[in-house]
């Protein structure tokens, strides 16, 4: 599938994926036509506009929020197909590691480890200390208050917004290693499992560690090892029974949390994986990284569906829940009048059969015609052939 550019004005609602760049562009690509369009404005791009992080503004999807570098959220309508808002969100130092929408108030939680709630012309926003070296801030999407942080030698915390005095679990790393030394901490991205209380993470160290605060237990009650690369991303399947992880060298495993083992790898990745998202409802995973391309395969058959060069390095990706793509019309279907109109003009162009004929005919009367001109010499056969 080849990516094209089409008009700022081109109707944004209809897009499928929309990908946040390294370069600070915000793009939508849809599927069905085959279409990926810049919705920033490249002129005044600069570094501190790199896209980090985003979220949906609200359960309808009508607004696409992205956490820049330089510390600032924007607001992009999907209705008006523009960008609507810019809010400061400053605090802590280093770049978004999360962002999510509570009640109308935005969070963020940037890699120092603050995690900060902003309320609309409130003054005291809320304000937590995660612990230092954050690499991901993930939202339980059934209790939307419920966070869960984790980073470089900072281990799982899960966090109730509602009583941020302590976290509501944390973590307890593994014992040492045979040699009697201490195991490295390094989450590199996490997921609340549906339906549970569960959370799985992946690391740098190439492990899939699954989490249970409900139980007693404060280590994993789960860990696979998936090849030899750090783990960069991952996502859940709907059903929670399964989770999508991604390396840093390109290579995308779907792995069985319930008897942790792999039940199939997605090929065709090249280069560092930075977000992975699994469709809410069909068997589909959407991917992107460094190589610049965003991938779609199907979960079940392995099959790659859908590759787009997208020209930037990609941070990040959000994946439409229309779950209803093979109906959608590549193209708008033309109304009567236009079909009319179009009828029109191709009629009015047309030569009718009456002027050809009558051209044949004069051209028959002096010989030299198209259709009348002297017939060319004949040859004579020869005896004895």
Known sequence: MKSSSIEMAAPARGNHVWVGTETGILKGINLQKKQATNYTDVASLSRGQEVTVMCWGDPHESEVLLGCRDGTVRVFSTDKSKFTEIRECFG??????????????????VQSGLLKVWKEGACDNLEVQVGAGVERMRQCDAQRHRVGTGGKENDLKIWDLQRAEEPLFKAKNLRNDWLDLRVPVWIRDLHFIPGSDKVVTCTSHHQVRVYDPSCPQRRPVLEVLYEEDPLTALSVTPDGRSVVVGNSHGNIGVIDLRKGRLLRSLKGNAGSLRSIQCHTSL????????????????????ELLHKVYLKSRLNCLLLTSRDKWEEEEAETPLSAEDVKEEDDEVWGAMETVKEKNAIKREGGKDGAGAGGGAKGPTRKKKKGV
């Open 283 to 302: 068997p589909l995973v959407a991917s992107c990284g460094l190589d610049r391309f965003l991938r779609i395969h199907n979960l079940h058959e392995k």
């Open 92 to 109: 802590g130092e280093g770049a978004f590691r999360g962002l999510g929408i509570l009640d109308n108030a935005i969070i963020t939680c």
